[in-house]
Nanobody
Framework: QVQLVESGGGLVQAGGSLRLSCAAS????????MGWFRQAPGKEREFVAAISWSGVITYYADSVKGRFTISRDSAKNTVYLQMSNLKPEDTAVYYC??????????????????WGQGTQVTVSS
């Protein structure tokens, strides 16, 4: 079992930056993938980024590519999402998720086994 806790959300002006953290507890393996998803009111949950536990492989949604960076700190069992040049359309609840099977369908939320509670990110114009 893996437990995930997100933090770092808040209110930021358009063009600003914010870093989200996802602290993982429990045993993780080398085949794990960690993902970030987001969901705005009235919209479906959307894939944002994913990273292999080794940190060698990363994936990004086209909407955030070049602005967001996903990384991990193995010693702290923590995954980060560094967000820069934020836009009002980035406003959403951001969720951290873990896929223990390392599925190649990393953009599909159904492939993930564990989820955090979410953290609110609000970008004002």
């Amino acid at each position: 079992q893996v437990q995930l806790v997100e933090s770092g959300g808040g209110l930021v002006q358009a063009g600003g930056s914010l870093r989200l953290s996802c602290a993982a507890s429990g045993r993780t393996g080398s085949n794990y993938f960690m993902g970030w998803f987001r969901q705005a009111p009235g919209k479906e949950r959307e894939f944002v980024a994913a990273i292999s536990w080794s940190g060698v492989i990363t994936y990004y949604a086209d909407s955030v590519k070049g602005r967001f960076t996903i990384s991990r700190d193995s010693a702290k069992n923590t995954v980060y999402l560094q967000m820069s040049n934020l836009k009002p359309e980035d406003t959403a609840v951001y969720y951290c998720a873990a896929d223990r099977d390392g599925s190649r369908r990393y953009e599909d939320s159904h492939e993930y086994n564990y989820w955090g509670q979410g953290t609110q990110v609000t970008v004002s114009s």
